[in-house]
């Protein structure tokens, strides 16, 4: 890959209000996390997605960008986050933003200014109509629109939330009967793709190596088959390849084809779309339950077909353990479960990315009411556990004055500290199988990958020139066969459980060095 360093990187994702308070104000900071660079690195993880972290009203937990070139005050400044760069890469480790590259806050400044009934530099910036009384309904990625509240006879394109205007970067199809709609060449849209470029350049050379791109896939307007924001993306990467060829570009966009083909480095598998990755580890009858009701077979068909269309493209396919937009693993799965899909995720292609305190079995916080714009996500977005001291060792806060409730239940059980003395936890698991995914060449993230068996077990092989490893999984409560040869170098099995033949004894997870 053009990047080296993603082909065996293993990234960790902080929700930045929730890992670590450094000024005792209830919410996470800038600060806080690099005072935790050190625990992220002895997990093993060597690079960080962190969630947005720019100037916001914050009502959508940041993704509603009031300033792109300032970092939110309760977050620190701009020497803190280029503090916080520095401190990675002294560690060997690396850092991308999230950067919501499709709309903004309806109080940035762009926006204000758009509304104004004066033509001016910032009027073509989003997607407006011609006149306040037309709304049109079903043009593809538009959520809705902005009407009145402002002098300018228009509406205004939504993307998300209805305080978060749609960007302005053209239409791939325009209707005739719709003047308003701009070509993606119009001088508004390139500006607004200028102006993109400009926030990269300013973030990069502070010394962030890369961006998560937010909604990646839905820039341009009326674009059936993606070719319009595919193109607009493919303009980006050959701009950073030139200037800035280690930067990364990692896309929410969910259709690895058109994510890779755009030039992105990688793309997720999504709790939304077609990748039926919640039948992994969510739903009523998860895969990974020992229960073994679940089917990974049509993961499976999705995830093939894409690892195939994207076969010899200059990226790769990550499945997250969760992210801040889904419910935590650890609410349909037990520590056990949880232990067994953490060899899964370890083992895949792809460059795993493992959520805050997923490493630990942090649960889902359940019955909150929602915050910033968190609704339903609300629970899985709660402060990180550390220790046994007061908020879990997340802030010195009083209590009710946190960001999130904590699970004050288990936070005394469920933390790092407690987790980090006890061998047998999911945290070292979770270190075992980053550590073991360090050294074998074939487990990382552009090795082969051949599916073997995939009801109850699921076997696997992955292979390089080097070496290939098979990776047999057993997560259901009775014993199975597997039709496998399963001899070879034992390099990891879950409760080092011993492997005899082809019989997988319950709740067991082996990975064979196969020469
Ligand atoms: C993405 C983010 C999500 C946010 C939305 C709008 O899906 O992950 O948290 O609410 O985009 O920006």
Redesign the pocket.
Known sequence: MTAEWLKNAVFYEIYPQSFCDSNADGIGDIPGIISKLDYIRELGCDSIWMNPCFDSPFV??G??VRDYYKAAERYGTNEDLKRLFAAAHEKGMHVILDL?A??TSSECEWFRKSCLPEKNEYTDRYIWTDTVWVAPQNIGNIRGWLRGGYDRDGSAAV???TA?PALNYGFAVKDEGCPWEQDMHDPGPMSTRAELKKIMKFWLDMGCDGFRV??AGSLVKNDPDGKGTIALWQDFRRWLDEEYPEAVLVS?WGEADKALTAGFHMDFVLHFGPSHYPELFRTAHPYFSAKAEGDIRPFFDVYLNNLKKTEGMDGVISIPSG???MDRMARTLTPSEMKIAFAFLMSMPGVPFVYYGDELGMREVEGLSSVE?GYY?TGARSPMQWDCTSNAGFSAASPDCLYIPQDREMMHVINAEAEMADPASLYHTVKELIALRKVHPALQSTAGFRLIEDTYPLVYERSCEEETILVVINVSDEEKQTAQDTSGSLLWSFDHKALTGNTLPPQSAFIIRKG
């Open positions: 959508d937990a993704y509603d919501v499709g709309h993307n998300f939330f978060q937010d909604m929410e992210n801040h937009d714009g996500r």
